[in-house]
């Protein structure tokens, strides 16, 4: 049977990417600078294992795993294995867990599985993980999950912007709206004033004063694109399928600041799991990721042709396809 294409919205990290493993439970990490192109722009960031995204991490529940992590930038860095339940020496938050990872460094993590699900992992140093330090991770187990499916695909959404997290900051500090690119205007009050009456105008202007707000504000900056898996809206992330199969898609948010809308025209979605944990399954049409979190969902695409999975951030200034 030909196989077809669900077209997604972006990244490199398509599941089964190597993640280094040595053996069974051994992993070996390299942080370095890589290069990050995203259709629209290109620009230098850090991932792992030589890629933004890095690698997809599988572990089995049960198992101890032993992490080793080397540090090939010029600054120190680390890596946090979110939503993962684990000695807080291991959780790798500098300042808290440990000191870090000094430049050239490397650092052994040692820690049991106790949890299954879908969870992923980031550098916790300094802007690092909005500069593409991020990577997924999916964990088997032991008991039988109560659905089945053919396949499956990490879906790992990104917020990249061509600056940096350093520079990105250092220009919200000056002046909040920076990167607010549709900011109100006199014309714009004027044509409220006509629409609704001046004193109602008046009144929500006031209203948007008084809370140091404007109506385009969801967002904190704009004039990022969106990917999925690495990949922005024209390089077309692609994952196969056969009509007919369930597919089960690991829909991962490590966005910087972007909450998505996910929905796959022509195609309902039982999202099973939300952030590791089985949920008594619900069938939707769309459903809103927010930062950090992971929903799994199973679809059946019937028909041959391919399909779009459609991430809309929430400001409706950007998507990834």
Do not use: C
Not at 44 to 51: E, L, M, P, Q, W
Not at 127 to 144: H, L
Not at 167 to 182: A, C, F, S, V, W
């Amino acid at each position: 049977m030909r196989n077809f294409a669900i077209a997604l919205a972006a990244a490199t990290l398509v599941l089964g990417a190597g993640a280094g493993a040595v053996s069974a439970g051994e992993y070996e990490i390299t942080v370095d600078r890589v290069g990050i192109d995203t259709g629209d722009f290109t620009r230098t960031g850090v991932g792992f294992n030589g890629a933004s995204p890095g690698p997809v991490l599988r572990f089995r529940e049960g198992e101890d795993v032993t992490i080793r992590v080397t540090n090939n930038l010029t600054e120190s860095t680390s890596i946090h294995w979110h939503g993962l339940i684990l000695p807080y020496q291991q959780d790798g938050v500098p300042g808290i867990s440990y000191p870090g990872i000094p430049a050239g460094e490397t650092f052994t993590y040692r820690f049991p599985i106790v949890q299954s699900g879908t969870y992923w992992f980031h550098s916790h140093t300094g802007f690092q993980e909005p500069d593409g330090a991020y990577g997924a991770i999916v964990i088997e187990p032991k008991e039988p999950e109560p659905y089945a499916w053919d396949r499956e695909y990490v879906v790992q959404l990104a917020d990249a912007h061509p600056h940096s997290g350093n520079r990105i900051m250092r220009n919200l500090k000056m002046m909040p709206d920076y990167y607010n690119r549709k900011q109100r205007t006199l014309f714009d009050f004027l044509g409220d004033a006509e629409d609704k009456g001046f004193g109602a105008a008046l009144s929500d202007r006031k209203a948007w004063g008084d809370m140091r707000m404007m109506p385009t504000d969801i967002e904190d900056l704009q004039g990022f694109t969106p990917l999925i898996n690495g990949k922005g809206p024209a390089q077309n992330w692609t994952g196969l399928f056969s009509p007919g199969e369930r597919v089960r898609l690991r829909f991962i948010n490590s966005s910087a600041m972007t909450y998505f809308d996910i929905r796959i025209p022509g195609l309902e979605m039982t999202v099973v799991q939300a952030d590791g944990n089985e949920v008594q399954p619900v069938v939707v049409d769309e459903f809103r990721i927010a930062v950090a979190e992971t929903f799994d969902v199973i679809v059946e695409p019937k028909d041959d042709r391919a399909y779009t999975i459609f991430a809309e951030s929430m400001g409706r200034t950007a998507y990834g396809r």
